[in-house]
């Protein structure tokens, strides 16, 4: 695995997988490209939960929902009202900072000096954030007293009073702006699920419990994005929303928890790396009857979020619901006047109309790609004690399958085989397969070990009975990137191989 988040992003850079947004104007902030090694494996890694979580199961439908939303959606979800995160500015530069990061980037003796200034206990970091947001003018003079410093500068700060601000981003629809024609980009895939929830129920005529997933981007105006793609302002999601009936909650929750541990395991994020954190009554959301979060080892930033699973009760189709006041939710709701939809089904045993629970497993693509991509990167000292680095990828998201080298480039009796060979095992439909003839030989298995690419075929002068040994006639070489081990095949086997191999 790596050991630094440093070495990720530069071989992120040096290989195409991850570029800053908008470079050629000078970057912008929380805004990532995916090149050409980063979309094939962003799309390998949500191909495998998608074919997991829907083709896998039989109690599972897939969506795709807009991304702008009315913004009732996102009034009677609560976001409008809630989705944010506290901020202080410093008063001598005009610098804004999310509180918790700040007052955690701070030394050791810095948060204890905060914590002791706020009465709060000095272990219990989520503590004394709840107590610096609910004491806003205390939480002011603490910062400031206890010469909390501005990361930006490395001076001690000025510090206002911390206060929340929403990340949602608002855009206006429509030629007219006025100030009714607004509407937010999707913070969450979310709330898409819920409001086809009848949608989806009338259309495949789905009892309790199945589930809904939906992968695609969201949007947070985050204070201060950081840690390259660990925290960004336009992420992608994979979420489902599970619907079950009041009373089997914890027990799906329980379902879900193992099942994507052994998901991630799948994708060679191990078991031992994820810590499970069972969010403790007094940090949960809102809507959340208990909510566990898988925390990842990350190289440089430790164990920090990469999917949270939450049990939402009957709040989000409750709140989203008419006629709330005959449906016997369990959720503390706000009343909702504007909804046209009863979000009910029957109840397997009653048969009566009830708003099921939801159990919610959401991961970040991004999260996940630096997960993978973590696990994956290994140096390794060869026999003849030079330094290799290889992405040991799992095949199946290895953004390129086989690369095919013609060992000359100009002779086209070997282009035209390497060339046949590369349409052949294309069509196989695995994924990508490279006709690779930008370089030298050893040059090109260097670039395909620091890629992934499981497999390099080579076609060479013996393939085209060119050669010293004309028993090798219509075989390639083909290099193993974990063993180095090259193996002859016939070019007439190479398909059946190669898919054997990568099964
Ligand atoms: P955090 O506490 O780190 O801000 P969160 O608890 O707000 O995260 P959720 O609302 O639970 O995150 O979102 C579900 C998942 O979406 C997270 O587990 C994470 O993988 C991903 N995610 C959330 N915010 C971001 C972000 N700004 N950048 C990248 N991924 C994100």
């Known amino acids: 695995p790596a050991n630094s988040m440093e070495e990720l992003v530069s071989l992120c850079k040096r290989r195409g997988f991850i570029f800053q947004g908008s470079e050629i104007y000078g970057g912008l902030q929380g805004f990532y490209d995916y090149g050409p090694l980063g979309v094939e494996l962003k799309n390998n890694i949500k191909a495998a939960w998608w074919r997991s979580n829907v083709y896998e199961r039989d109690d599972m439908e897939g969506l795709d929902a807009s991304i702008i939303m009315h913004r009732m959606v996102l ?3 609560g976001h409008e009202a809630t989705f944010s ?16 990061h700040l007052v955690k980037d701070q030394k050791e003796g810095v948060q204890a000096k905060v914590a002791e200034l706020m009465g709060a206990d000095p272990q219990n970091f989520a503590a004394l954030v709840a107590a610096l947001n609910a004491n806003p003018a205390q939480a002011s003079a603490a910062l400031k007293d206890a010469g909390v410093r501005d990361p930006f500068s490395g001076e001690v700060g000025d510090w206002t ?15 007219i702006a006025d100030d009714d024609s607004y509407g937010y980009l999707r913070p969450e895939t979310a709330q898409g699920i819920f409001t086809n929830f009848k949608n989806v129920v009338d259309s495949t005529s789905r009892r309790l419990p199945f589930g809904i997933a939906q992968i695609g981007k969201a949007f947070r105006n985050e204070i201060t994005p950081r840690n390259f793609i660990f925290r960004v302002r336009e992420l992608e999601q994979m979420e489902i929303e599970f619907f079950c009936t009041p009373g089997t909650d914890e027990e799906w929750h329980e379902h879900w928890l193992e099942r994507r541990l052994k998901w991630w395991e799948d994708q060679g994020v191990p078991r031992g790396k994820i810590e499970i954190l069972d969010v ?14 898988l925390m990842y080892d990350y190289p440089t930033l430790g164990h920090e979020e990469i999917e949270g699973i939450a049990n939402r009760t009957d709040f989000d189709l ?7 006041a005959e449906l016997g939710i369990q959720a503390r709701v706000d009343e909702n006047h504007d909804s046209v939809a009863k979000l009910t089904i029957p109840h397997p045993e009653t048969n009566k109309p009830v708003v099921p629970f939801v159990i919610e497993p959401s991961a970040g693509v991004d999260r996940a790609m630096l997960a993978v991509l973590a696990e994956a990167f290994t140096k390794e000292t060869l026999e003849n004690g030079s330094e ?33 060979i590369k349409a052949e095992l294309q069509g196989l439909g695995l994924g990508r397969v490279l006709y690779e003839d930008s370089g030298n030989i050893g040059k090109a298995y260097r670039r395909h070990d620091e890629v992934g690419t ?38 007439s086997e ?10």
Not at 282 to 288: T, V
Not at 318 to 324: F, N, R, Y
Request: charged share 35%.
């Open 280 to 293: 403790p009554k007094e940090d949960l959301a809102h809507y959340s009857k208990r909510t566990y979060d």
């Open 494 to 503: 190479l398909a059946g191989w190669i898919r054997e191999k990568l099964k």
């Open 318 to 324: 409750g709140s989203h619901t008419k006629a709330q």
């Open 75 to 77: 009034r009677h979800s």
């Open 161 to 175: 009073e911390p206060r929340p601000f929403n990340m949602m981003f608002k855009t206006t629809i429509g030629p």
């Open 85 to 100: 995160d506290p901020m202080v500015d410093n008063k001598k530069n005009g610098r804004r900072y999310r509180l918790d």
């Open 454 to 491: 499981p497999y390099c075929v080579t076609v060479d002068f013996d393939t085209v009975g060119k050669g010293e040994d004309a028993s090798l006639t219509d075989t390639v070489t083909v290099r193993d990137r974990d063993t180095l081990g090259q193996e002859r095949v016939k070019i």
């Open 388 to 420: 290799r680095i290889v992405l040991k990828l799992r095949p199946h998201l290895a953004p390129i399958k086989v690369a095919v080298i013609p060992l000359a480039r100009n002779r086209e009796e070997i282009t035209s085989v390497a060339k046949a």
